[in-house]
């Protein structure tokens, strides 16, 4: 059965600590992705990855970093968390030719105080 | 700025209507459209993908597609309770372009 894993289901953190949220595929899929799901907001793309140690910028990337180190693990980073950062964060992957069927982790929602 | 529009509800069938989702979208050269469901508290999973105009269908969903008016649509047939989530479409630009996302329609098939 595929799998994309994120490491955590629930975090809370304080404004200005440093956030990694993990994530974890083993479909050997290219292709990685990071959304943040807001109400009202939608799905909205943060970073994405078509190989190892590659980025792209999506359409939200101020505040974040990503590192992509191995094929089946794709981490963001939240250098210091702010409010405005509580959000539910998705991740997902998908093959190379196949971008738009997307295998999405169960999310971590993370709350800053 | 590439937009995808839907209704965000929610819309109301009863049990054993057909429901009807619409979607549109701005970006002319879009190649590939597609249906994820989200259940409330889970992640999306797709259910439909489209890529030429006209009708396909796989089981009780029908996923519709008008290039020329930009418009794609969902329809599920014989709706149940079960069916009761937040529909996203989804497009692909030309090229080798990443997912624009809609805000959803949530559909609540009741009894």
């Known amino acids: 059965d595929v799998k994309v894993t994120q490491s955590s289901r629930y975090l809370v953190k304080r404004t200005g600590e440093k956030v990694f949220l993990e994530c974890v595929q083993d479909m050997d899929h290219e292709n990685m992705f990071w959304y943040r799901q807001d109400p009202g907001l939608g799905l909205r793309l943060i970073y994405f990855?078509?190989?190892?140690?590659?980025?792209e910028k999506g359409d939200i990337p101020e505040g974040y970093s990503v590192s992509r180190e191995k094929k089946e693990r794709f981490s963001l980073i939240l250098e210091s968390a702010s409010t405005n950062q509580t959000s539910m964060y998705l991740c997902?992957?998908?093959?190379?030719?196949?971008?738009?069927?997307?295998?999405f982790g169960e999310g971590s929602r993370l709350t800053v105080l | 700025q590439k937009e995808v529009e839907q209704n965000s509800g929610p819309l109301s069938v009863p049990e054993g209507a057909i429901a009807s989702l619409n979607c549109t979208y701005s970006?002319?050269?879009?190649?590939?459209f597609f249906w994820y469901r989200q259940y409330s508290g889970k992640s999306p999973e797709l259910i439909m993908s489209i890529y030429s105009n006209g009708d396909k269908e796989d089981g009780r969903f029908t996923a519709q597609l008008n290039k020329a008016s930009q418009y794609v649509s969902l329809l599920i047939r014989d709706s149940q309770p079960s069916d009761s989530a937040t529909y996203l479409c989804?497009?692909?630009?030309?090229?080798?372009?990443?997912?624009?996302f809609g805000k959803g329609t949530m559909l609540l098939v009741s009894p």
């Open positions: 997902a992957s998908t093959l190379t030719g196949r971008t738009g069927e997307l295998f």
């Open positions: 970006d002319r050269g879009s190649q590939s």
């Open positions: 990855s078509y190989d190892v140690k590659m980025k």
């Open positions: 989804a497009v692909r630009g030309s090229g080798y372009s990443t997912l624009t």
